[in-house]
């Protein structure tokens, strides 16, 4: 009888120790969370430590343009209309007529981060592609931010497609600061996709939120329309 009520006492004095390690494991995840810290970065923190990079690597798509363009699909099958500068910093730039979509293989995704450096000579904008599929017509849908000179005296947008048709009006719009000059200045464009809301930075300032539920993932790209002439570096995607 004594070694039956020994064994309970033990078998009772670990289910309390699990629950009590549970109750300390719940209370820091409810701190992390406050804190603003994410778990999964924690976990590959923890990982990396034991020796295992990459296993962690948010990078969903990256192109520094130091090779070739077998990363990209020119949707309208203008693949003459971009070229890789041959210099010492490699971009790449559109230089046809005409507009086109180039669509990045492989970086299907739903919630990221788009980064790239742009620099645009001449004409009436680019834009930065993202959730973009095409339906099965062969058309694209999606959004577009765009950095565009020639909307209402010069303004960044973001544009919805459907059935690859961009509606009118923009959903977002925002004036940049006065003085702002959009040719031949290099600028960095980021564009955080998070959910329904999508935020711009231009050289680390924030220049634009909308939001739309139309498109919950998609790939990514650019754009260019009419006679713009632009150049493009370090295009990176991250997952969240």
């Given amino acids: 009888m004594k070694r039956f009520q ?13 629950l009590l390690l549970t109750a300390v494991a719940l ?10 810290v994410q778990i999964g970065d924690v976990v590959c923190s923890a ?6 990079d990459g296993l962690c690597d948010p990078t969903l798509f990256a ?10 699909r020119s949707y309208y099958n203008r693949p ?14 559109h230089v046809g007529d005409g507009g086109d979509f180039l669509l990045a293989e492989n970086s299907n995704g739903n919630d990221y981060q788009i980064s790239t450096n742009a620099n645009i000579t ?4 680019y834009g930065i592609l993202f959730r973009a599929s095409e339906n099965e ?26 059935n690859g048709y961009e509606l009118y009006p923009p959903f977002a719009t925002a004036k940049p600061p006065a003085g702002f000059t959009w040719h031949d200045v290099d600028r960095q464009i980021v564009v955080d996709v998070q959910g329904n809301t999508f935020t711009t930075y231009v050289d680390g300032e924030k220049v634009l939120v909308g939001q739309d539920d139309s498109y919950s993932e998609g790939g990514v790209g650019l754009r260019t329309w009419s ?11 991250k997952s969240h």
């Fill in 137 to 162: 017509n062969g058309r694209l849908e999606g959004y577009t931010l765009q950095y565009d000179p020639g909307y209402g005296g010069g303004q960044f947008i973001i544009r919805k497609w459907v």
């Fill in 27 to 36: 209370t820091a995840v409810g701190v992390m969370s406050l804190l603003g």
């Fill in 227 to 237: 006679s713009s002439q632009a150049c493009f570096d370090d295009y990176t995607v």
């Fill in 6 to 18: 020994l064994l309970n006492e033990r078998g009772q004095g670990l289910t309390e120790y699990a």
């Fill in 122 to 125: 001449t004409g009436n904008g």
């Fill in 80 to 93: 003459q209309s971009w070229e890789i500068s041959d210099d010492a910093n490699p971009q790449l730039c």
């Fill in 47 to 52: 990982v990396e430590g034991f020796g295992e």
């Fill in 63 to 72: 192109d520094d343009f130091s090779g070739t363009l077998s990363k990209w």
